[in-house]
């Protein structure tokens, strides 16, 4: 490859570079969800790397300066997306799951929805006392048996995949605002300028 290719095709390189770091970040960024969750989603990160890789088609068929206008609104867009699933994904860690055991921060668990009727009980009598039991403290009760605080297992599994979809699609989306923004640089300074 010589200085001139890489001149005229620096948007592609630059766009592999960040495939190539979306699996990397990816695998040593797993969602804090518990080890359930590890290999589902280091095969969702590699999906995703794969989706990132395939903006390589549009940037070689898109590359001239009458398609700026159109790449400037995809990285906005896409860095808008990011933003609000990255806000979505932080809240939802933040309401859903909590660190257990307690003293360890690196594992979470995601709650349940309804208690059991032994963990409403205790919560309900912690309340008459002017106490308040979260579910941290339900499930040190129950010495971490979740089925003894939420029964109902499917519940957990709903959040616990949409934890798990809103971390894949910021991947995706934040490899694909830096990659439209690269394109969208290529563009505005290719030296084909638009008819009309």
Same mark, same amino acid.
């Given at each position: 490859?010589?200085?001139?290719?890489?001149?005229?095709?620096?948007?592609?390189?630059?766009?592999?570079?960040?495939?190539?770091?979306?699996?990397?970040?990816?695998?040593?960024?797993?969602?804090?969800? +518990?080890?359930?969750?590890?290999?589902?989603?280091?095969?969702?990160?590699?999906?995703?790397?794969?989706?990132?890789?395939?903006?390589?088609?549009?940037?070689?068929?898109?590359?001239?300066?009458?398609?700026?206008?159109?790449?400037?609104?995809?990285?906005?867009?896409?860095?808008?997306?990011?933003?609000?699933?990255?806000?979505?994904?932080?809240?939802?860690?933040?309401?859903?799951?909590?660190?257990?055991?307690?003293?360890?921060?690196?594992?979470?668990?995601?709650? +349940?929805?309804?208690?059991?009727?032994?963990?409403?009980?205790?919560?309900?009598?912690?309340?008459?006392?002017?106490?308040?039991?979260?579910?941290?403290?339900?499930?040190?009760?129950?010495?971490?048996?979740?089925?003894?605080?939420?029964?109902?297992?499917?519940?957990?599994?709903?959040? /616990?995949?949409?934890?798990?979809?809103?971390?894949?699609?910021?991947?995706? /989306?934040?490899?694909?605002?830096?990659?439209?923004?690269?394109?969208?640089?290529?563009?505005?300074?290719?030296?084909?300028?638009?008819? +009309?």
């Amino acid at each position: 490859m010589t200085i001139s290719d890489f001149q005229q095709r620096w948007n592609v390189l630059l766009a592999l570079a960040t495939a190539v770091c979306t699996v990397i970040s990816g695998f040593l960024v797993i969602p804090q969800i +518990g080890a359930e969750t590890v290999s589902w989603t280091r095969f969702g990160i590699v999906a995703v790397a794969l989706l990132v890789g395939l903006w390589m088609v549009p940037m070689q068929l898109y590359a001239s300066r009458r398609f700026l206008r159109y790449w400037v609104i995809a990285s906005v867009f896409f860095f808008a997306a990011s933003g609000a699933t990255y806000y979505a994904y932080s809240n939802a860690i933040d309401k859903w799951t909590f660190p257990y055991p307690v003293d360890q921060k690196k594992t979470r668990v995601v709650a +349940g929805i309804t208690l059991s009727p032994r963990s409403q009980k205790r919560r309900d009598d912690a309340a008459r006392n002017k106490l308040v039991l979260t579910d941290q403290d339900l499930l040190v009760i129950a010495d971490g048996r979740m089925v003894d605080v939420w029964p109902c297992d499917k519940e957990r599994t709903h959040r /616990l995949n949409a934890l798990i979809g809103m971390y894949l699609l910021e991947l995706l /989306l934040l490899p694909s605002a830096m990659v439209t923004v690269v394109q969208a640089s290529f563009c505005a300074t290719s030296a084909e300028t638009d008819g +009309g």
